[in-house]
């Protein structure tokens, strides 16, 4: 048998490594992590109180958009404005 090592787009690895035996079937295959993959555990950033200074930072760059739910998008970003900012961009351009 042989080992190959082939790229793949699909994966989120690097490469995948194929085993193929002397029929030319592949019999094996293993991903192979990249460099730069992110731990499977990483702990989520604490939550930041959610403050009247950072719904009204956030409501000057959206006037549209209500008090309720830019504090929605805020709490369920655990207090990160600049995720919250991301997440209403996405919103209205939808």
Known sequence: MKSVVIRSGVFKSKAQCVTIDRTSHVVGCTAVP???????????????????????????????????????????????KDATINNLLTMQGS
């Open 34 to 80: 990249s460099q730069s993959a992110k731990p499977a555990q990483q702990q989520p950033k604490p939550a930041k109180p959610v403050t009247d200074e950072d719904v009204a930072i956030v409501k000057d760059m959206f006037p549209d958009v209500e008090v309720e739910v830019i504090k929605s998008v805020l709490e369920a970003n655990r207090g990160d």
